[in-house]
């Protein structure tokens, strides 16, 4: 019995059978109206069904006429059912395809190849349907039915993806490792480095099968000629090329080449692509015939020269487990990298060494690629060890104990290419017999050793191919300044007397002095020894270091101040400035001296500024004292306002209510813009004892005519005061 | 508390269950991704710092970082602008400005008179690049150094500029840029730390270095910069008080470790693990660290080559030697901060001694790598956090001129570790406001410091918070074209 709808489907096959033959053999005269373009296509979608399908409805029919089967009636009306649906959709999926193939951009062999075998699909598959219920359709008609059938499927299939992938989609990756491989001095721009791009990310829709826009890019002619849009470019002018204009074109718009969804050009890509329009589009132009800093030159040197791959090594992986009873805090050994065999392999600390650490690693000696031994203590008979490490590639032994003789040890190794022997003792005559014998040297370091640069001149001549490397030299004869001597002593306020300590961070350095304000020379001033000077009053000190070889330091001054009387308490009767508090009323008598640069903040912390307010301190004794002078130590940097008080007064007595004043003094102030310098203001007067003190410092209220902020007041900054 | 523990616990067992889950998917790298720390080794004790390997094989295994903080002015330095000099007292054009925000302190400038640089450039090495008299020694190293003048940065003041390069985020709390390499590749010398970091300063207006930028950030504690510096105590508290003996601190330390072991049976905070590993790094250090110290081995050639004040402790060409030892050393990250080039007025009588106190150690330091062999292998970097304004801060007179903050673009030097020798890269416009040719930005160039160390900068992340965190945040392109 046959139901009804499959009568209505077996006549719907028919039907796209008759209308599949009409349309290919009156293709030519057809036009599709628009609204039937999106069925078409949909061909890529749908076309997998039937493949699908039909292959599974081939398997059931290539075995159909097993025994086991035959009498199965649910395998055989399945099959037939199977076989009659799959059928119907490949004929849509064909008629599909015929529609979407007659939109412009599709043409040649490729499309000529799918379009007839998806039609014999159709046609065979149809007819077998038809006769597959014949008593003389058998089992070997089935079985060729079928085979045959499933190798049609391929055919379309893959003439299918051609078109839609470009053509050397499957082997793409394997035949562009190729092109890349070619030498710089015979690569053609147009060749080697436009072509790939074209290939890579235009060809899959402008290729003499899909020509999208009318446009093909696979040989020179068709670029040449361009597309429906007309031609590509004007040679010389990237901005009346339309190829650079549809690149150039936002994502979004419907022009943007290469269409959203497809992989886009680099960077890099569009600039090369730009720049050999730019150079009027020369097809035979060759790489290195473009001036050396053209940028096309670099970029395509860049991208036939790319940055090279990690070297593979063919060695095996060494053991885990082994690695990690190898490594220690002393002897560290790390793989390069995560998937690499090679070994990097470190001592360190002389003292931890023994000549069993270098022994120990003979059981990696096949992929220790990089080994340090900077200052450890290892000799000729560990090398013999080293050598065996076939795979060595770098080799650091500076501050070893080696000698030349031991490099014999490393003619095994044929890959070493750098090797560091800095600090030891080799020697001129040890290189001329080795180095002919390490065949992969490429550099080799040999500074601080007996060589010496007129045999560093003769080896660089003799190896041409090592370099050489000995740092900067004939900085022994070189001679320099030696910086300023050093102060030693803790703090320079000193109570009763203070012994000097001075030194130089350079040993046996002579250092000479002057008390009297004048600068030492290097040979009549006292030399400093420890012990010589002790000071007992406010003493400025010149001194200059000496040594033979070098020439003389700078002049260092060093200041020592007397504070006999350090008060028992302060006070400060006015506000320090807000930038400059210190530590307030304690900055005065801290010992701790400020330095230049007070306007920035963080520098600022040892000066107790004025600024508005004049400067008033209270000091009090709890046991009256006999003062004599009262000094306080300013900053003077006139470029940003700061200067010397314009007036000091010292007011005394033996209570906080009863104070005269004891007396005055004007400092010397600066008469112009100078480099900031460090002023000692004392007030002296007549000794008299007293219990409490008032310093008033007057801050300038006006700068003087020649600064630039005239008129403006200054800034006192005081970090110690001193009172004998 | 108890409380807290128990849910710490639950905490510990759902991480340890999904973490599971996705091994047992076989999805590794999944996992891997989720929870950076999983394969670091939960049970890593005493000594065995995790040893991170890279994604691929490093040209570089160490990086001495010369930060010149403050900002040095390119114009001074790196970038030649004679142009500048013929529109002396010129106002910028505001078609070059571009709306480029100003800080606070030229923000009210009338004007922005152009001025060029007062030392004169001349060409040196085979590259022919331009550089100022200020820096003779660099540029005798010209052929060994590449010159990148088309930094550029998002930041306009210090703090936030600073934080951005070491970062990669301009406020604080993140990893900074040893920090991120300690926890990539782990430590190489057991016996010092990975991270270093080194302090100086010059005459010229300085601004604040603070330790949050030496901080692990999220990252485990043992990956923060540990400083050194001058004078008794290189290491503060690294030194035994006096009358302890070694073998009663090693005794000391078992005890404390057993306390600490039991302490983290119990709260299972990774923290504790990192705390006695410290301890024991520590213990170690007390016997290398002095050895780092003593400067008085060094042969005459070294302290002619970075000058005499490399003995004075505290100075920049100091801690130059003393980075060069650390290196050497195995050190993955030193880190040196010198103070002072922040010249909003007085530039050219501040910027001159600024340059004289680093030209020589640092142009030293590179040939001292180079005479050891070391130079391929270690990445040197000299540069600041941002650049100067072309025109002049406050009045300009006819030898006197400050430069503001600038962030469009500015000039670094590299120097071994993979980058291309005695080449110049990137262009600005003749007035040496914009970059005209291969801008790099900050996240450019960390993520090139990076991949010099065989790290990818997409890869190098931490899960913190719910997001996976980079040094490049989401930005950053390796400069394969300095790369050798």
């Not at chain 1, 008629?95 to 799918?114: D, I, K």
């Not at chain 1, 040993?507 to 001033?525: F, I, K, M």
């Not at chain 1, 001296?593 to 920035?600: I, L």
């Not at chain 2, 905490?11 to 999805?27: A, C, D, Q, V």
Request: proline letters at 5%.
């Amino acid at each position: 019995m046959r139901s009804n709808y499959k009568i209505i489907a077996e006549r719907t096959l028919f039907f796209l059978n008759v209308l599949l033959l009409y349309f290919l053999i009156l293709e030519k005269y057809i036009e599709i109206p628009f609204w039937l373009q999106p069925l078409g296509r949909l061909h890529p979608m749908i076309l997998h069904f039937p493949i699908a399908l039909l292959y599974l409805a081939m398997v059931l029919e290539f075995f159909r006429f097993r025994k086991e089967f035959r009498m199965e009636g649910f395998y055989q009306t399945f099959l037939t059912h199977l076989f009659l649906f799959s059928v119907i959709t490949a004929g849509m999926a064909a008629l599909m395809g015929l529609f979407l193939s007659l939109e412009e951009g599709y043409g040649g062999p490729a499309l000529n190849w799918h379009k007839w075998s998806g039609a014999s699909i159709v046609f065979l598959a149809s007819i077998m349907y038809f006769i597959r219920e014949k008593k003389w359709y058998r089992q070997n008609l089935a079985r060729g039915g079928a085979s045959i059938m499933g190798l049609t499927i391929i055919l379309a299939g893959h003439f299918g993806a051609a078109l839609t992938h470009g053509e050397d989609f499957i082997f793409g990756p394997i035949l562009q490792a190729r092109i890349i491989n070619v030498p710089i001095e015979e690569a053609v721009v147009f060749d080697h480095l436009v072509m790939p791009i074209l290939e890579k990310k235009c060809n899959s829709c402008h290729n003499e099968s899909k020509a999208k826009g009318e446009l093909i890019m696979t040989d020179r002619e068709s670029i040449l000629k361009g597309g429906k849009s007309g031609k590509l470019f004007e040679p010389g002018d990237i901005h009346q090329s339309l190829m650079i204009e549809r690149l150039s074109l936002p994502m979004e718009e419907e022009e943007h080449m290469p269409p959203s969804g497809k992989p886009q050009l680099t960077k890099e890509e569009k600039l090369l692509l730009e720049l050999w329009i730019q150079n009027k589009a020369d097809f035979e132009m060759r790489v290195l015939a473009l001036p050396e800093n053209d940028s096309l030159r670099l970029i395509s040197t860049n991208l036939l020269n790319p940055t090279p791959e990690e070297k593979v090594y063919d060695f095996d992986m060494p053991d885990v487990n082994l690695l990690k009873s190898l490594n220690n805090e002393y002897r560290v050994i790390r793989p390069l990298s995560k998937d690499s065999p090679a070994l990097d392999v470190t001592l360190f600390n002389a003292n931890a060494y023994s000549e069993e650490m270098i022994k120990e690693l003979e059981v990696i000696k096949e992929q220790i690629v990089f080994l340090s031994l900077s200052k450890i203590p290892i000799g000729n008979e560990e090398l013999k060890t080293v050598g065996q490490f076939e795979n060595l590639e770098r080799l650091n032994l500076n501050f070893s104990e080696i000698t030349g003789d031991g490099l014999v040890e490393l003619y095994t190794l044929k890959n070493l290419e750098h090797l560091s022997l800095s600090g030891t003792q080799i020697r001129t005559e040890d290189l001329r017999t080795h180095l002919n014998n390490l065949q992969s040297l490429q550099t080799i370091t040999v500074w601080n050793t007996p060589v010496n640069t007129e045999d560093l001149d003769a080896l660089r001549n003799e190896f041409k191919q090592i370099q050489i490397v000995a740092g900067r030299e004939g900085l022994d004869d070189h001679k320099i300044k030696l910086n300023i001597p050093m102060l030693k002593n803790q703090s320079t306020i000193f109570y009763d007397s203070l012994e000097l300590d001075m030194g130089h961070p350079i040993e046996n350095v002579t250092l000479r002095y002057a008390l009297d304000g004048s600068e030492p020379d290097s040979l009549e001033s006292p030399v400093f020894e420890k012990g010589d000077i002790w000071v007992n009053r406010t003493t400025v000190i010149n001194v200059k270091a000496f040594k033979e070889g070098w020439y003389g330091s700078p002049t260092a001054t060093f200041r020592f101040y007397q504070n006999k009387f350090p008060p028992d308490s302060v006070a400060l009767i006015t506000r320090l400035n807000r930038v400059h508090p210190a530590d307030g009323s304690a900055t005065f008598f801290d010992g701790q001296f400020g330095g230049f640069n007070a306007n920035s903040p963080a520098w600022a912390n040892n000066w107790a500024g004025f600024s508005k307010e004049d400067m008033e301190l209270y000091m009090e004794y709890d046991e009256a004292v006999e003062v004599s002078s009262v000094g306080m130590n300013v900053l003077v940097e006139p470029e940003t306002i700061i200067f010397p008080p314009i007036e000091v007064e010292i007011w005394g007595g033996n209570s906080k209510d009863d104070m005269n004043l004891l007396g005055k003094m004007m400092p010397e102030l600066p008469q112009e813009e100078s480099k900031p310098y460090i002023q000692l203001v004392t007030a002296n007067m007549d000794p008299v004892k007293v219990k409490c003190l008032v310093v008033i410092g007057k801050t300038v209220k006006e700068l003087p005519s020649w600064h630039r902020n005239k008129g403006r007041s200054a800034l006192l900054l005081i970090d110690e005061m001193f009172v004998n | 508390m108890e409380k807290d523990i128990i849910e710490h616990h639950l905490n510990l067992n759902r991480r340890k269950f999904l973490s599971r889950m996705s091994l047992g998917l076989g999805s590794v790298a999944l996992g891997s991704l989720l929870m950076p720390d999983l394969f670091k080794g939960n049970t890593q004790m005493g000594g065995e710092l995790a040893a991170a390997i890279p994604d691929f094989a490093p040209k570089a295994k160490r990086v001495i970082y010369l930060f010149q903080n403050g900002a040095p002015s390119q114009l001074e330095s790196f970038d030649y602008k004679p142009k500048l000099k013929e529109m002396l007292g010129q106002d910028l054009p505001e078609s070059i400005r571009g709306g480029q925000r100003l800080t606070g302190m030229t923000a009210n400038q009338a004007s922005f008179p152009l001025v060029g640089s007062f030392s004169e450039f001349n060409q040196y090495g085979e590259s022919g690049a331009w550089i100022s008299d200020l820096f003779p020694y660099t540029s005798k190293i010209v052929d060994d150094i590449c010159i990148v003048r088309s930094l550029h940065t998002e930041a306009i003041n210090h703090d936030p500029a600073l934080t951005f390069f070491q970062t990669g985020a301009q406020q604080g709390n993140r990893p900074s840029m040893g920090a991120w390499l300690s926890y990539g590749l782990g430590s190489e010398n057991k016996n010092l730390p990975a991270f270093t970091v080194l302090l100086s300063r010059g005459i010229g207006n300085g601004q604040g270095v603070y330790s949050k930028l030496w901080t692990n950030g999220f990252l485990d504690s043992v990956h923060q910069g540990v400083q050194f510096s001058s004078g008794e105590d290189p290491v503060l508290y690294l030194s035994d008080p006096k009358g302890m003996s070694r073998s009663e601190r090693r005794k000391i330390l078992d005890n404390l470790a057993e306390l600490n072991h039991m302490s983290y049976e119990k709260f299972g905070d990774p923290e504790i693990n990192a705390k006695i590993q410290q301890y024991e790094m520590a213990y170690r250090m007390q016997t290398t660290v002095p050895d780092i110290m003593d400067l008085s081995k060094e042969p005459d050639s070294v302290i002619k080559l970075y000058g005499p004040d490399c003995l004075v402790p505290g100075t920049y060409a100091a801690n130059c030697l003393m980075a060069r030892k650390l290196s050497e050393s195995g050190v993955r990250f030193v880190q040196l901060y010198h103070q002072g080039w922040d010249q909003h007025g007085n530039l050219p009588y501040e910027i001159t001694h600024q340059a004289k106190d680093v030209d020589q150690a640092s142009a030293a330091l590179v040939t001292d790598l180079k005479q050891r062999g070391l130079l391929d292998e270690t990445l040197v970097i000299w540069g600041g956090e941002f650049g100067r304004t072309n025109y002049s801060q406050g009045k300009l007179t006819k030898d006197n001129y400050g430069r503001d903050h600038h962030p469009r673009c500015f000039s670094i030097w590299m120097a071994g570790g993979g980058v291309k020798p005695g080449i110049v890269y990137g262009e600005t416009d003749e007035l040496g406001y914009n970059v005209t040719r291969n801008p790099v930005h900050v996240h450019d160039f960390q993520a090139t410091v990076l991949n010099q160390l065989g790290l990818d900068h997409e890869k190098l992340i931490y899960k913190h918070l719910g997001r996976r965190f980079r040094l490049t945040d989401v930005s950053g392109t390796v400069i394969n074209d300095i790369l050798v």
